[in-house]
């Protein structure tokens, strides 16, 4: 292969690695939103809420990714009259897709919380927000930290999908190479770089999701 096609898919990498930077992180935030409003929605008004971030997430866990990326890219440009850069767009697919997942992530977290944490914080003067932001979400994030970094490691992966949206990532980069090799030596070995630069990546994830959960049963016990 030629250094030429290597640094097309160099650049291809770089943007994977930022449009999952971006979906993960922007769904962490939103999941965990979703996570509370399911979870503690189910009084008044905030039942309300709660159904309506219930309906959200089994909308999106149980219809396709590409399904959403593709809404991104063909609605949102008409309905908000934005441009229509498919690297934006599809990553704003994948991040409300990938929320949805870590909603439930987030939720399993905060089910393992006693009860009675709240009641003693009400006791202490706490309300609602501090209780959950200096007693609950840090004890949740420390039981999920393993399975978000898991799930982070599949966003990675599914940046893929917008190579059917000639999106410039990996995937689609090395599918430009493709189309101009002919022979079969080149063919194996854009393969095998592709597929050796996805796994650097998502291993080295791989490796801080073992070790953090290893140090967390160590701390447990």
């Given at each position: 292969?030629?250094?030429?096609?290597?640094?097309?898919?160099?650049n291809?990498?770089?943007?994977?690695?930022?449009?999952?930077?971006?979906?993960?992180?922007?769904?962490i935030?939103?999941?965990?939103?979703?996570?509370?409003?399911?979870?503690?929605?189910?009084?008044?008004?905030?039942?309300?809420?709660?159904?309506l971030?219930?309906i959200?997430?089994?909308?999106?866990?149980?219809?396709?990714l590409?399904l959403?990326?593709?809404?991104?890219?063909?609605?949102?440009p008409?309905?908000?009259?934005?441009?229509?850069?498919?690297?934006v767009?599809?990553?704003?697919?994948?991040?409300?897709?990938?929320?949805?997942?870590?909603?439930?992530?987030?939720?399993?977290?905060?089910?393992?919380?006693p009860?009675?944490?709240?009641?003693?914080?009400?006791?202490?003067?706490?309300?609602?927000?501090?209780?959950?932001?200096?007693?609950?979400?840090?004890?949740?994030?420390?039981?999920?930290?393993p399975?978000?970094?898991?799930?982070?490691?599949t966003?990675?992966?599914?940046?893929?999908?917008?190579?059917?949206l000639?999106?410039a990532?990996?995937?689609?980069?090395?599918?430009?190479?493709?189309?101009?090799?002919?022979?079969?030596?080149?063919?194996?070995s854009?393969?095998?770089?592709?597929?050796?630069?996805?796994?650097?990546?998502?291993?080295?994830?791989?490796?801080?999701?073992?070790?953090?959960s290893?140090?967390?049963?160590?701390?447990?016990?």
């Amino acid at each position: 292969m030629h250094i030429v096609d290597f640094y097309m898919l160099l650049n291809g990498l770089k943007l994977t690695i930022i449009m999952a930077f971006f979906a993960a992180g922007g769904a962490i935030i939103f999941g965990s939103i979703l996570a509370v409003m399911r979870n503690y929605g189910t009084h008044g008004v905030n039942r309300v809420f709660g159904y309506l971030a219930g309906i959200y997430v089994e909308i999106f866990r149980n219809t396709p990714l590409l399904l959403w990326m593709y809404a991104a890219c063909f609605v949102l440009p008409i309905v908000l009259g934005i441009p229509a850069n498919y690297a934006v767009l599809g990553t704003i697919g994948l991040f409300l897709y990938t929320s949805s997942v870590m909603a439930e992530i987030i939720r399993g977290g905060l089910n393992s919380i006693p009860k009675g944490q709240f009641e003693a914080a009400a006791s202490q003067g706490f309300s609602f927000p501090f209780t959950l932001w200096y007693i609950i979400f840090p004890q949740c994030y420390r039981k999920v930290t393993p399975t978000i970094l898991s799930q982070c490691v599949t966003t990675i992966k599914d940046t893929s999908f917008l190579a059917a949206l000639n999106v410039a990532e990996l995937t689609n980069a090395s599918k430009d190479i493709l189309s101009r090799v002919t022979s079969f030596q080149e063919i194996v070995s854009v393969f095998a770089t592709v597929a050796g630069l996805y796994f650097i990546v998502c291993f080295s994830l791989s490796l801080i999701v073992r070790y953090y959960s290893n140090r967390t049963k160590i701390n447990l016990h």
